[in-house]
């Protein structure tokens, strides 16, 4: 059948194949990988329906020969936030009993860089993708990507995309840590929530609120302020907070994340505003400098290392290398209370 609107044959894609013989996109994969964990009768029965498509891609007598390096691709917004680069070690420890090589792309939370990486790795001989969004936006190439690769998103969950996720309990660590604060006798709270398309920001969100109101608060009374999880946005919304009297400071505030927290106390230290005396400040992730400030900052951890690890052998499931499934793909979250949170004054 030719497209009407090109007047050649539409391009056949792997999800096609798997459709039209009723069977995963991981045994099709496996099977034009020459993977050993596929039935005979299985096998003969998807090669005869490539054959009757005439499916036909660019990798297959490659893989069929087996002389080459799998590889796969991981996309991150950076590596300065170590939660990040903590999924990305765990990704690599993930692969490292495999021959698969590893092509790390940083889109800097750039719609256009997603875009872009999301497109050129659909150009690659690449068996699946790893994506980490730092917009929450899917795209064109994205949908498009994921109708010829095996994608798994990490740590975030994008609309009208059906891929498979590897996530933590974002909304119970988001509750247990307001309510820790709540406990500390708080009553005058700012919240710094992350950018509003995230999915995660919208977790951390509900669950802030939902403490709020479990503790007798209305979160409408309170202040919120939007930042873009980074350092420079914590200290600009500090900034907004702690202008005016004195007496409208908040006596806590709650960030999205360990970045922006790391910038409200980086302002306190410079305005001469105590913490946690004056004001106590929670984060986000336990990256590895929460640990090390001064003081270090009382926030909800994630298992980053693992997170990353169960992504890839998700990918490597549904591509047919690894015969078996992660154990989990949904992981907890816990608070880890430091020195960043005191009783409040006031």
């Known amino acids: 059948m030719l497209d009407k609107k090109t007047g050649r044959k539409p391009t056949l894609t792997i999800k096609d194949v798997a459709a039209e013989a009723h069977v995963s996109v991981g045994t099709v994969s496996a099977v034009l990988n020459a993977r050993t964990n596929v039935a005979q009768a299985t096998r003969d029965h998807v090669e005869a329906v490539m054959e009757r498509l005439g499916y036909e891609p660019k990798s297959a007598a490659r893989a069929l020969r087996r002389n080459f390096v799998s590889s796969i691709g991981l996309i991150v917004p950076d590596l300065n936030n170590s939660f990040f680069s ?3 070690q765990g990704v690599q420890r993930g692969i490292a009993d495999h021959d698969i090589l590893m092509t790390l792309c940083l889109s800097w939370a750039q719609s256009k860089r997603e875009e872009y990486f999301a497109q050129l790795l659909r150009s690659q001989r690449l068996d699946g993708v790893i994506y980490l969004s730092g917009t929450g936006l899917p795209s064109a190439s994205l949908v498009e990507l994921t109708k010829t690769r ?8 994008l609309p009208g995309i059906d891929c498979p996720s590897v996530l933590s309990d974002n909304r ?3 509750r247990e840590v307001m309510r820790c604060v709540l406990e500390a006798g708080h009553s005058a709270i700012a919240v710094i929530e992350g950018p509003r398309r995230l999915w995660t ?3 951390r969100l509900s669950g802030f609120r939902e ?5 007798g608060k209305d ?3 309170l202040n919120f302020v939007t930042g873009d999880y980074s350092e420079k946005s914590g200290y600009q919304a500090a900034t907004a907070l702690f202008a005016g009297d004195r007496d409208s400071w908040p006596t806590a505030v709650v960030c999205a994340n360990d970045q922006m927290a790391i910038g409200v106390i980086n302002f306190c230290r410079e305005a001469s505003i105590s913490v946690p005396h004056s004001v106590s400040v929670t984060g986000f992730d336990d990256i590895t400098e929460a640990r090390l400030m001064h003081p270090a900052l009382t ?5 980053g290392f693992e997170m990353g690890r169960s992504a890839a052998h998700l990918l490597l499931h549904s591509i047919g290398v690894r015969t078996t499934a992660p154990d989990a793909t949904h992981f ?3 608070v880890r209370v430091r020195k960043s949170v005191a009783a409040a004054m006031r």
């Open 299 to 303: 926030t909800v951890a994630q298992p």
């Open 201 to 203: 920001s919208d977790q």
């Open 332 to 334: 907890d979250t816990s």
């Open 150 to 157: 095996s994608v798994v998103f990490v740590d975030e969950v």
């Open 172 to 174: 119970r660590g988001a």
């Open 211 to 215: 403490a709020l109101y479990s503790g």
């Open 86 to 88: 903590q999924v990305a």
């Open 219 to 221: 979160p409408d009374q």
